[in-house]
């Protein structure tokens, strides 16, 4: 079970920079009109706040 935590942890993690990744580009495109669908900002912030939650979880289970 603690091993499975961890690896959504990671797995969230990955989400987050992944995220981060999709807002720098979102801030750095050229045509300031062609705005995208993806709230990259609420993804990573949600995608970090997972793997938080998971290590924490993860780290009380000992």
């Known amino acids: 079970m603690q091993q499975q935590l961890w690896s959504g942890a990671v797995a969230a993690l990955l989400l987050a920079v ?3 990744v999709g807002e720098s580009r979102r801030r750095k495109r ?5 705005v995208g669908l993806m709230p990259w900002a609420m993804l990573q912030m949600m995608a970090v706040l997972g793997a938080v939650i998971l290590v ?4 009380n289970m000992r």
Request: proline share 8%.
């Open 18 to 20: 992944v995220s981060g």
């Open 30 to 34: 050229r045509d300031p009109d062609r």
């Open 56 to 59: 924490s979880v993860a780290l």
